[in-house]
């Protein structure tokens, strides 16, 4: 052994200091204490005969800090991990997840398609690909009933004045332009628009004006008598269609607030009332219909208008008022039910599908002064004219039958009789008694779809003048 000590480390000799000896007074402690070594010499190298081991730590290279000038600095390179060796996949397995990825997958896609469908049947409808009615619960996003001023604010943006035109042939056959003027009510964002057959009904030009004070021209669409509802289109966008109610939802005695253009020159009026009866059966021009009644104040210019409830959805739509001096409040409107079903049918086909139209004209002769105008000498039912090309003339009806009975009930009215034909269904057959030149006839005459023609001025005459606006 040697004298030096040395650094394992640096391997630099460490030079061990003598120990110091301890003084008089500490001699009780060397007594037990281990036996001294010899003293080092300070400063003493070894000698070339006494061999040194050294053990040298690698010196450690100084990292110069990386500059990054223009340069891309280098990519970080990620700690390799240790590769776990996979576990073998047992068949069992392998199938069993292709079966839980396919269920999930089928019930992902038959609740995406449910729910599109669901989507598309509540807010769309076919046609040309544009139309979308909407029927939304609660337009205003609550529960709780506006006011009609709340309701007037949201829903007049949806109501539009319609002004109509119709070439009129007089005595000493002189034309002239005569002049209507209605309501409507937007039903889509692109321009649909609903109003009463009998407001454009012969109309040659049809011009709508917006709540905005914009006017657009109109083409008819379709258009049917029976249901006294019409649609015409304008071409226009980012329009704010009026959202459609629930009938099952209309109650009696319920607020109601109706917009409309009275007079044909005071758009966007608004009244308000209640509904005094949900299912009051009415026959105007020989048809009979379910309306709406309504003591809110509903005058000339009002048809085709918008009856809104309190949640701002529209219930009906306004087209009648019993004229009379006698008669004050009674005001009607074509349910929203026969509303949706009409208006689908004729944004799609134009007219109404599955609507029956044997083409007979009645009239009724109640009493002697009309028999003798018409020559014929016995009260009741009469046929005044059958359509050509209609299901009348195929089954051999004539001008001047005596109308005796229908399905084996006797009838007196156009309205009787009318009733009856409109039960049946396309296909099926119907039963007249007739009387022609004195002798009772059997006719009986197979229905078959009526398609009317939609085009602008050339609509069935149902001017509706009688009771209704």
């Known amino acids: 052994m040697n004298e030096y000590n040395f650094d394992p480390m640096t391997g630099e000799p460490i030079r061990k200091e003598p120990e110091r000896t301890p003084a008089a007074e500490d001699r009780s402690f060397s007594e037990t204490s281990a036996p001294e070594e010899p003293a080092v010499t300070p400063n003493t190298a070894p000698t070339p005969e006494q061999p040194v081991y050294h053990y040298v730590r690698p010196e450690k290279p100084k990292e110069e800090p990386t500059v990054f000038t223009n340069q891309t600095p280098p990519a970080y390179s990620a700690p390799v991990l240790q590769k776990k060796e996979p576990k073998p996949l047992t068949s069992g397995k392998f199938y069993a997840g292709i079966a839980i990825a396919l269920v999930c997958a089928l019930v992902l896609g038959l609740a995406g398609g449910f729910l599109g469908a669901s989507l598309m049947k509540e807010n769309t409808i076919m046609g040309e690909g544009t139309a979308v009615i909407y029927k939304t619960t609660k337009l205003q996003g609550t529960d709780e009933a506006m006011t009609v001023e709340q309701v007037a604010e949201l829903v007049k943006p949806s109501v539009v004045a319609i002004t109509t035109e119709q070439v009129v042939t007089g005595s000493f056959w002189q034309q002239y332009v005569s002049e209507g003027a209605g309501s409507g009510v937007i039903i889509t964002a692109d321009g649909y628009i609903v109003t009463n057959h009998h407001v454009i009904d012969g109309a040659t030009n049809i011009k709508v004006t917006l709540s905005d004070g914009t006017s657009h021209s109109a083409t008819l669409k379709g258009s049917d008598a029976k249901a006294d509802l019409a649609v015409i289109k304008i071409e226009a966008s980012n329009l704010q269609p009026a959202a459609f109610g629930n009938a099952e939802e209309i109650t009696l005695a319920e607020t109601v607030i109706a917009v409309g253009n009275p007079l044909g020159e005071l758009a966007g009026t608004v009244t308000s009332g209640i509904l005094s009866a ?192």
């Open 278 to 469: 949900l299912d009051r059966e009415i026959t105007v021009e020989n048809t009979t219909m379910r309306l709406l009644q309504t003591d809110t104040a509903i005058n000339p210019g009002n048809s085709g208008g918008g009856l809104f409830n309190t949640s701002g959805q529209l219930i009906g739509v306004v087209n009648a008022k019993s004229a009379s001096e006698e008669i004050e409040g009674l005001g009607f409107a074509i349910p929203i039910d026969t509303v949706e079903a009409v208006v689908e049918d004729l944004i799609t086909h134009g007219y109404v599908t599955g609507r029956v139209e044997p083409g007979i004209t009645y009239v009724e002769i109640n009493d002697s002064m009309t028999a003798m105008m018409y020559r014929v000498n016995e009260l009741g039912l009469y046929i005044s004219a059958v359509a050509s090309g209609s299901d009348a003339e195929a089954a051999g009806f004539k001008p001047g039958d005596y109308v005796v009975s229908v399905e084996g009930t006797k009838v007196s009215t156009a309205a009787e009789a009318t009733a009856i034909v409109d039960k049946k269904a396309v296909g099926e057959t119907v039963t007249f008694v007739i009387k022609r030149s004195g002798t009772e006839q059997t006719i009986t005459m197979t229905l078959s779809e009526y398609i009317p023609s939609i085009t602008t001025g050339q609509t069935q005459n149902n001017s509706l003048t009688q009771m209704f606006y």
